[in-house]
């Protein structure tokens, strides 16, 4: 099946610094890619759709200048944390889907478990 | 609005069989996704429906009833393994995935 790879699995930040995160899907091509957090005991929750070569989108609430995102070519997503704060510390993962519409399963990448202290 | 409802925790025992339940209220329709979760990690697949009816995979099945907003995962014969949390999620008319918040599922002895 499809592979979704994201890198870092784990890291922990100064507060005030940044974190890139990638993205990448190994054996196809994305032109759309989703990033999502998960805080404790809660479910999965859209932060912003990635699209290849133009602006991200952002749900509501979701600060665009504070979380970064590139979509550079069609296998390659980052999410930058900006100026990371404690309440930023939380589980981000990204997900992608083979071109193809409907019925196809969003692959997921690892998960990058992000602390800031 | 769109809108998901799913239990938060179910607790059933080894060997017995589990059916958690979804309904669900969205903008459009284009099929209906489970998954499961392991703390800590990234939800993996575990079933699609689109069609009313009942798909089989092994010991997990999934149900789906379009006019009524509904679908269940069934888990049957279950293992300690499956401790986990599981997230029903609709994919709408824009194709987006919507998801509920999730059931956690605690296997005891």
């Known amino acids: 099946g499809a592979v979704v790879s994201q890198h870092p699995s784990r890291v922990i930040c100064k507060s005030g610094t940044s974190v890139k995160i990638e993205c990448r899907s190994l054996?196809?091509?994305?032109?759309?890619m989703f990033w999502y957090r998960q805080f404790p005991k809660q479910s999965l929750m859209l932060m912003a759709t990635s699209n290849e070569g133009s602006k991200a989108t952002y749900e509501q609430g979701v600060e665009k200048d504070k979380f970064l995102i590139n979509h550079a070519s069609l296998t390659l997503s980052t999410l930058t944390v900006t100026s990371a704060h404690p309440e930023d510390s939380s589980f981000y993962i990204c997900?992608?889907?083979?071109?193809?519409?409907?019925?196809?399963?969003?692959?997921f990448g690892q998960g990058t478990r992000l602390t800031v202290v | 609005g769109q809108n998901i409802d799913q239990p938060t925790e179910m607790t059933a025992t080894e060997g017995a069989i589990v059916q958690i339940n979804c309904t669900y209220q969205t903008s459009g329709f284009n099929g209906l996704f489970w998954y499961q979760q392991h703390a800590g990690e990234a939800p993996t697949f575990l079933s699609y429906n689109v069609l009313d009816g009942l798909e089989e995979k092994g010991r997990f099945s999934s149900f789906l009833s379009r006019s009524k907003g509904y679908s269940y995962l069934l888990l049957k014969e279950l293992q300690m393994k499956d401790s986990a949390s599981y997230l029903c999620?609709?994919?709408?008319?824009?194709?987006?995935?919507?998801w509920g918040a999730g059931t956690k599922l605690i296997i005891k002895p």
């Open positions: 999620a609709v994919q709408d008319s824009n194709y987006q995935l919507i």
């Open positions: 997900s992608a889907r083979p071109p193809d519409r409907g019925g196809t399963e969003a692959f």
């Open positions: 054996d196809f091509q994305a032109t759309t």
